[in-house]
Nanobody
């Protein structure tokens, strides 16, 4: 059974940093591009970042470019999202997602989702 387990969310002041982790179980991790999406209250889920299977390429939403960094450790079956210079508008539930096909920002290509972790940025 495939599981994606996020951790690292919490409450932080604007300008602060958080590092999210997502541990994968039950799948061949290196066969999947890994993604982060987020969903704010009352809004649709949106793309945040993607990293390719080997980690050689990364893609970001314009709203987080230059502030967030996605990385992965295939030996640990874990993907990370380093979030710096956080803003109140970054407040959302952050979801880790695995996709066997690389289609950046496409929720339709996601094979597996995590349960989400709450990030709250206070002003």
């Amino acid at each position: 059974q495939v599981q994606l387990v996020e951790s690292g969310g919490g409450l932080v002041q604007a300008g602060g940093s958080l590092r999210l982790s997502c541990a994968a179980f039950g799948l061949t991790f290196s066969n999947y591009a890994m993604n982060w999406f987020r969903q704010a209250p009352g809004k649709e889920r949106e793309f945040v970042a993607t990293i390719t299977r080997g980690g050689s390429a990364t893609y970001y939403a314009d709203s987080v470019k230059g502030r967030f960094t996605i990385s992965r450790d295939n030996a640990k079956n874990t993907v990370y999202l380093q979030m710096n210079s956080l803003k109140p508008e970054d407040t959302a539930v952050y979801y880790c997602a695995a996709s066997s096909v690389l289609r950046v920002a496409s929720m339709g290509s996601i094979d597996y989702w995590g349960q989400g972790t709450q990030v709250t940025v206070s002003s």
